[in-house]
Antibody, heavy 122, light 112 residues
Framework: QLQLQESGPGLVKPSETLSLTCTVSGGSISSSSYYWGWIRQPPGKGLEWIGS???????YYNPSLKSRVTISVDTSKNQFSLKLSSVTAADTAVYYC??????????????WGQGTMVTVSS | QSALTQPASVSGSPGQSITISCTGT?????????VSWYQQHPGKAPKLMIY???KRPSGVSNRFSGSKSGNTASLTISGLQAEDEADYYCCSYAGSSTFYWVFGGGTKLTVL
């Protein structure tokens, strides 16, 4: 059964770069049937799509975050990663990685990691 | 791009049916049959309940159904059960020149 697991620092200083990795187990990240996405949720608030990546490296970003976001994939490690630069307190959130179907479920996030809390504070 | 609009809260008694609306624009909900719905219990990751407006993933109860009319999508839960109490989020594809997905603000469902 495919599982996703986020990892990375839980505390980041303002103006620095937030870096997270999502490790995919129980399946291949190189499947043509899926994108791999990052979604975040500030405390007590709703979900926000950050961006998605295809195993080939094609990336798609939320326009509101595009200038600060980089998503990359490492097929040899079955991982994909998120970097968010110049963070502020507004970037404090639970960050989720998720699988997103290109065939079925088309365009939906069907498998999610457990999420990791990242706090931006000095 | 603005978030999709959902009511902040809805409630219902066990056995009843409720509907949660998700209003977007002609650039997202109105243009694509790519609305999905997610259930989130406190402290847990979201769970996919509906995709492509009205399709249910394997394992999701048929008490959950989805529909769309114009720029508004809806999630209906029939035969409410205590375990349905959770937050619900809609999501729509919103890209035209590029891939882009937008979520709703979320709806808290209370089972009375």
């Amino acid at each position: 059964q495919l599982q996703l697991q986020e990892s990375g620092p839980g505390l980041v200083k303002p103006s620095e770069t937030l870096s997270l990795t999502c490790t995919v187990s129980g399946g291949s990240i190189s499947s043509s049937s899926y994108y791999w996405g990052w979604i975040r949720q500030p405390p007590g608030k709703g979900l926000e799509w950050i961006g998605s990546i295809y195993y080939s490296g094609s990336t798609y970003y939320n326009p509101s975050l595009k200038s600060r976001v980089t998503i990359s994939v490492d097929t040899s490690k079955n991982q994909f990663s998120l970097k968010l630069s110049s963070v502020t307190a507004a970037d404090t959130a639970v960050y989720y990685c998720a699988r997103q179907g290109t065939v079925t479920p088309y365009n939906a996030f069907d498998i999610w990691g457990q999420g990791t809390m990242v706090t931006v504070s000095s | 791009q603005s978030a999709l609009t959902q009511p902040a809260s809805v409630s219902g008694s066990p056995g009843q049916s409720i509907t949660i609306s998700c209003t977007g624009t002609s650039s997202d909900v109105g243009s694509y049959n790519l609305v999905s719905w997610y259930q989130q219990h406190p402290g847990k990751a979201p769970k996919l309940m509906i995709y492509e407006v009205s399709k249910r993933p394997s394992g999701v109860s048929n008490r959950f159904s989805g529909s769309k009319s114009g720029n508004t999508a809806s999630l209906t839960i029939s035969g409410l059960q205590a375990e349905d109490e959770a937050d619900y989020y809609c999501c729509s594809y919103a890209g035209s020149s590029t891939f882009y997905w937008v979520f709703g603000g979320g709806t808290k469902l209370t089972v009375l």
